[in-house]
Each structure stands twice: as C-alpha cells, then as structure tokens.
C-alpha cells in the first residue's frame, strides 16, 4: 500500500506532525492513533471470527484471503499448491541460456521442447477446402 512512499517523504511528515501538533501533543496523538488501530483490529477478528462460527463445522477451512481473485482462480483452477497440469515442471526445466546460446532444451516430462518456428507452409500449398470443411488453424496469426 505504501510501497512508493520513500524515506524523504516520511521525513517530510514526520517534520510536519512535530511541528502543526507539537512535541508535547504529538506523543498523546500517536497512543490514541495506536489505540484506534488495535481497537479497528480486534474489530475485524471479531467479525472474521464471527462469520466463521455462523458458517458452520463444513467451513472450518475457509480463508478470507481466498476471496482475493487472484488466489480464487489459482486455488480453482491449479488445485492450491498442488500442480496438476506439471506447469512448475515445465517451469523449473526450461532453460532460456539455452535457447539463446542455440543448444537443445533439457527434456520435459520425456519430451524435448523446441523454440523454433516451423517455416510457414504457402499461401497457395494445398488443395481448395471441401464444403463445410474447416480451414487450418494456424497459431501465429491469432
């Protein structure tokens, strides 16, 4: 949230708050702000705890976190942590030194893996297409 705040700027408002409240006001103000943060906190676990409670013994694994998208979609689609599609295989196993440097990939899951582009076949190779006949799909002009 606040990644992009650098170090001058939280001088600047530390500067700031010492001098519109002052340094005898300005300890006070912090302990109340502390307070309403830990009170806001204790709020939320509460109604997290709540929710949890009213939900039933089925939900005891329910996160609040898993409603975040992001990790919806990659918990429903990919199995949690597991990896049943062996995409971190694929992943940990692809080497882009090599195809850079033009040596063969390491193996996947008994497969080599290759980078290079098939010479596209001519505009005007291959016999007209039969009624209904689907034209073929060709992945690079999508």
Do not use: H
Request: hydrophobic share 40%; aromatic share 8%.
């Amino acid at each position: 949230m606040f990644s992009d705040v650098g170090g001058l700027e939280i001088l600047t408002l530390i500067v700031m708050a010492i001098i519109i409240f002052g340094p005898d006001k300005l300890p006070k103000l912090i302990q109340d702000t502390m307070g309403f943060i830990r009170k806001v906190r204790s709020f939320a676990d509460n109604a997290k705890e709540d929710i949890r409670s009213e939900l039933g013994p089925e939900f005891k694994d329910f996160e609040f976190e898993d409603l975040n998208p992001k990790t919806f979609v990659r918990k429903q689609l990919m199995g949690g942590d597991e990896d049943p599609l062996g995409l971190k295989d694929m992943k940990d196993s692809l080497d882009i030194r090599s195809v850079l440097d033009d040596k063969p990939a390491a193996p996947v899951n008994g497969r080599s893996v290759s980078f290079e582009k098939s010479a596209p076949a001519p505009a005007s190779a291959g016999a007209p297409l039969a009624p209904g006949e689907r034209p073929p799909f060709d992945p690079d002009a999508t």
